[in-house]
């Protein structure tokens, strides 16, 4: 009797120091929790920080390029400087002296120009390409001849550089691109309602150029476009093919393993190495094309490849063998099993990694570098075996132009870049989303 | 689905194999080499596109080295007809091209650059010498508590901490040149125009060039790795950011990267004078190099166009005083050379070996 209550006193002893002892480090327990919580909430805190710092700097730099000065002129399209004799051939009109045109018409709003310089200096307040513009448009409609037509015509990059603010007017004029002169005929011009700014269209619908007005990503990115598509085409297959068959068919032993760290071990080479083997696979022994977006494509693929297969690796063994183990007991045979039931039920992780992959190929630039993709393009290209650039390739080239105006435009073909890179990888979570299957 | 895939798969591999064929009719003039001459010749590709008929050519930035690595790899539509060069070919380069049958180049000076050591615009103007830059600069100098010791033993590890202490006359700042690495073309040029014009200086210095060239090279050329270099990776707008958030430091770049920012930075005097585009045209600015390209003239009546470019490239409007390139930035030739050179151009005139 006396003995079970000894014992019984000694277990409730025993629990009260034990809850002493739990009670005394329950609060540094918690203390140490909150800590931990700090500490993550610290690390995702900087994380954002660092990205706002580099978003907000690039949109703010970026920002200033989807909009372009113009200047409005009335041009009168001179028969006698035009097709001095008459003729209206296509190559007359090819061949006519269309910046007179421009220089006249300017001299008329500002007729206090009349020096050769002056006239030189007010004529670099419009654009290099002014002049094919209104060659174009007399080709197009040789009945403008001997009219007066309003056209609107880019500015220059200083003018525009100059009117975006991006030239201060306060330092001294021998330290400006522009002279005191030219800003005040531009203000003239302004007041007079004839310097507006628009949508930079030509940002978008042209090739490169070495006239930051005229300068636009589209090349770039039907470039990035075919060596996507290239790349798209080749690896989804062969990455899918090779997953499954490691997955599904190939037998456990020395090779596969040996093959599977091979295929970890690919996806972690640094990318240049890519360029590096595409130079001398597919350009020295192949013989194919420098700065073509197909071997572009190709090294692309060889680059996503491992991504691809470890993904879909990945997704398929995430398929239950209740799955598989179901189709085999129906009659189903190895073939069927595997691709009318686990195929499809890992297609939203296969997809979600491919287009992983794809996001990272598109971000690419290093591997470019070696293949010749790092080229003055000014030709938008128009299939796989034409010369091309890609957009982080672009930004590479604008990045280092001298060019004042190219700044703002290198920002701004950032921030089309980033653009496509949310848009692929919310595509992504989409997918894996609508699709995902809990089991 | 399985079907189209493999169908997909078969399409690509039929474009693959048509590759071949699609390069065996280049259209275009294909151009490598210096990123100091690409903004030059990018421009007058682009004339050249819009006022012809031609296409324009592409243009790839691959460096000088680069550039003519791939030109002297043979002749055909798969290799470049031309390369641009911010330096002379050199022999070495001469005989691998001939070696792979590339014998009949033609050299085209095309103008010059000048290289300028910039600063913020708040920042004190520097009285330059090149004698200043290289003991400011190199990596082993003349003991300056031995006047009198000569010979390469007696040099020590650059002790100058500050501009003062290299020269009494320059301000008490301390040295910190941003610059560009040893890769590009641009620090050679600085190296053998500033380092080694200041190295032969010193008389010592001057006479080892007879004796023991490449010991001399070493001497003159090799740049401090003491952190007062420092590197900035190839691109100069870069190093023209860095200068205005740090008004102390000096910089070095290509003169069309001064000429476009002449509000934020200006260039210091060197030997007295400032680099203006003036005084390096009439070379009286003392760090200045010529800028080449290389034709394959063997490419001239193969590939459509060539003789067309080389016409837009040496005539006034696009490298003469007033021509577009001046606007660039290009410093134009005296006119005798650029007839010289445009002649060169008009009839093809191989390089002659001998001159090398």
């Not at chain 2, 390469?152 to 560009?180: C, F, R």
């Not at chain 2, 080694?196 to 023991?212: A, M, R, T, V, Y």
């Not at chain 2, 003239?297 to 060539?306: Q, T």
């Not at chain 2, 837009?312 to 696009?318: C, N």
């Amino acid at each position: 009797m006396s003995n079970s209550t000894q014992s019984r006193d000694a277990t409730r002893q025993v629990a009260e120091r034990t809850m002493k002892r739990v009670n005394a480090s329950l609060r540094k327990r918690y203390r140490a929790e909150r800590r931990f919580r700090m500490y993550g909430i610290l690390s995702v805190m900087l994380g954002i920080g660092f990205l706002a710092v580099l978003l907000i700097d690039i949109a703010g730099k970026g920002y200033t390029a989807f909009l372009q000065t113009y200047i409005e002129l009335e041009v009168y399209f001179d028969p006698q400087v035009i097709a001095p004799d008459g003729a209206l051939d296509e190559e007359t009109l090819r061949m006519a002296n269309y910046n007179s045109l421009i220089r006249e018409s300017l001299a008329y709003l500002f007729p206090g120009a009349t020096s050769r310089s002056d006239r030189r200096a007010l004529g670099a307040l419009v654009s290099n390409s002014a002049p094919f513009q209104l060659q174009q448009m007399v080709m197009e409609n040789p009945g403008l001849i001997g009219q007066t037509a309003r056209v609107t015509l880019l500015a220059s990059a200083d003018a525009d550089m100059v009117m975006k603010g991006m030239i201060s007017r306060r330092v001294p004029e021998a330290e400006r691109r522009l002279s005191d002169m030219q800003i005040a005929w531009l203000d003239t011009l302004e007041d007079r309602g004839r310097v507006e700014k628009h949508f930079n269209k030509a940002f978008f619908t042209h090739g490169d150029s070495r006239d930051p007005e005229q300068a636009g990503i589209w090349g770039a990115i039907k470039g990035s476009f075919y060596m996507l598509a290239v790349t798209l085409v080749l690896s989804f297959p062969i990455g899918i093919g090779a997953a499954v068959y490691l997955e599904e068919f190939a037998p456990r032993n020395r090779w596969t393993d040996l093959i599977e760290v091979n295929i970890n071990n690919l996806a972690a080479v640094p990318s240049i190495v890519f360029g590096l083997l595409g130079l001398a696979v597919f350009i020295n022994f192949f013989g194919m094309p420098r700065s073509a977006p197909f071997v572009g494509g190709l090294v692309l693929t060889v680059m996503t490849l491992p991504t691809v297969i470890i993904s879909s690796r990945a997704a398929l063994t995430s398929v239950p063998p209740s799955i598989r183990e179901a189709a085999l007991g129906m009659g189903a045979s190895k073939m069927q099993t595997t691709f009318h039931h686990v195929v499809p039920l890992a297609m939203p992780g296969m997809l979600t990694g491919t287009i992983i992959g794809m996001a990272r190929a598109l971000g690419e630039s290093a591997p470019l570098l070696m293949i010749g993709m790092v080229a003055f393009i000014v030709d938008v290209p128009k299939g796989l075996f034409d010369p091309s650039t890609a957009l982080p390739v672009q930004i590479y080239l604008w990045a280092d132009a001298p060019e004042r105006a190219f700044v703002e435009r290198t920002s701004a073909a950032i921030i089309v870049l980033l653009a496509f890179l949310i848009l692929m990888n919310s595509l992504a979570i989409y997918l894996r989303r609508k699709f995902e299957r809990r089991w | 689905m399985i079907r189209k895939v493999l169908a997909a798969a078969a399409v690509a591999t039929l474009v693959a194999s048509g590759s071949v064929g699609a390069q065996a009719a280049r259209d275009y003039i294909f151009i490598v080499g210096s990123s100091t001459v690409y903004p030059f010749a990018t421009v007058v590709a682009e004339n050249f596109g819009r006022s012809t008929s031609f296409k324009t050519p592409k243009i790839e930035s691959t460096g000088s080295g680069g550039g003519l690595k791939l030109f002297c790899a043979g002749v055909g539509v798969e290799h470049p007809d031309i390369t641009n060069s911010s330096r002379r070919i050199k022999d070495t380069e001469v005989k691998t091209c001939a070696e792979n049958g590339v014998t009949n180049v033609v050299e085209i000076k095309v103008g010059y650059d000048g290289i300028v050591m910039a600063n913020d615009k708040s920042a004190p103007t520097f009285n330059l010498s090149r004698r200043d830059i290289y003991l400011a600069l190199a990596k082993k100098v003349p003991n300056p508590k031995e006047p009198s010791a000569t010979g390469v033993a007696s040099m020590v590890d650059n002790p100058y901490k500050t501009w003062k202490d290299v020269n009494p006359e320059l301000p008490n700042l301390k040295i910190e040149v941003l610059g560009p690495p040893p890769t590009s073309g641009t620090r050679d040029a600085f190296a053998e125009l500033a380092m080694e014009g200041g190295c032969k200086d010193f008389e010592w210095i001057k006479e080892l060039k007879g004796q023991d060239k490449s010991a001399y090279k070493a001497v003159c050329h090799t740049v401090r790795e003491d952190g007062a270099y420092i590197e900035a990776g190839e691109n100069d707008n870069l190093i023209v950011q860095k200068l205005q958030a740090n008004p102390d430091a000096l910089g070095v770049f290509g003169f069309s990267f001064l000429d476009q920012n002449g509000d934020k930075i200006k260039g210091n005097p060197i030997d007295g004078f400032v680099p203006t585009f003036d005084d390096i045209a009439d070379g009286s600015y003392p760090v200045s190099r010529p800028l080449f390209f290389y034709v394959k003239a063997a490419h001239a009546g193969v590939i459509p166009g060539i003789p067309q470019y080389l016409a837009e490239f040496t005539s006034e409007k696009a490298w003469g005083p007033d021509g577009y390139l001046a606007d660039r930035g290009l410093i134009p030739m005296p006119k005798e050379e650029r007839e010289q050179f445009a002649r060169a151009a008009k009839d093809l005139t191989p390089l002659k070996l001998a001159a090398n």
